[in-house]
């Protein structure tokens, strides 16, 4: 899963967590490290939310809030987001 909007070539793939809270709600929590075009480590952003799966097991919304920081561990902006995917076979 990956949360945010900036090209892979300059972040990390986003890694996490996910927690079930109760039925078809689930909490996550991930984090991805961004870098410039030359490479150079510029911070991160971490993602968290809830989820809602539906019935079928297949579809998921829910909102989420990022929070961006800088290489000094300093937060830049904090976001909100709505995560939604879908299972797909191959």
């Not at 909490?27 to 911070?43: E, I, L, P, W, Y």
């Not at 929070?67 to 299972?87: H, Q």
């Amino acid at each position: 899963m990956d949360g945010t909007t900036t090209p892979s070539a300059v972040r990390t793939p986003a890694e996490g967590v996910w927690r079930h809270i109760a039925d078809n709600t689930n909490a996550f929590r991930m984090k991805s490290f961004t870098f410039n075009g030359q490479n150079v480590f510029t911070g991160w952003s971490i993602i968290s939310g809830e989820l809602t799966v539906d019935s079928t097991g297949d579809l998921f919304t829910g909102p989420a809030t990022v929070e961006v920081y800088d290489p000094n561990g300093v937060l830049l902006a904090t976001l909100c987001a709505e995560s939604s995917g879908a299972r797909f076979e191959l």
